[in-house]
Nanobody, 125 residues
């Protein structure tokens, strides 16, 4: 099982930007076909934010496309999430996840079997 560690979270004002990072304990490109960012807001169900496969293809939650960008740097074993024009509704714990069973860029949490511990992103108005 790969170990994933997120970082880059922190308090930000509405309209601001952040870049989250997720470092993997091994070279994920050779065996983890897809990686994803999820978020869990207070009192809400978790939702998929964006997914990326080893070829660089991406999938975004419709409401976030255009503001959020997922990318990966395989030599650094790192997944990124660039978040622009942040809103208070983006306040959540953000998690990265990886999976080796499929190339499908699903955004459902049950499609991924390796998870990080999360990083908090509070957005103030």
């Amino acid at each position: 099982q790969v170990h994933l560690v997120e970082s880059g979270g922190g308090s930000v004002q509405s309209g601001g930007s952040l870049r989250l990072s997720c470092v993997a304990s091994e070279y994920v490109a050779s065996s983890y076909y897809r990686m994803c960012w999820f978020r869990q807001a207070p009192g809400k169900e978790g939702e998929g934010v964006a997914a990326i496969d080893i070829f660089g293809s991406t999938n975004y939650a419709g409401s976030l496309k255009g503001r959020f960008t997922i990318s990966r740097d395989d030599p650094k074993n790192t997944l990124y999430l660039r978040m622009n024009s942040l809103k208070p509704d983006d306040t959540a714990i953000y998690y990265c996840a990886a999976d080796r069973r499929s190339y499908d860029l699903a955004l459902a949490p049950n499609e991924y079997d390796n998870w990080g511990q999360g990083t908090q992103v509070p957005v103030s108005s």
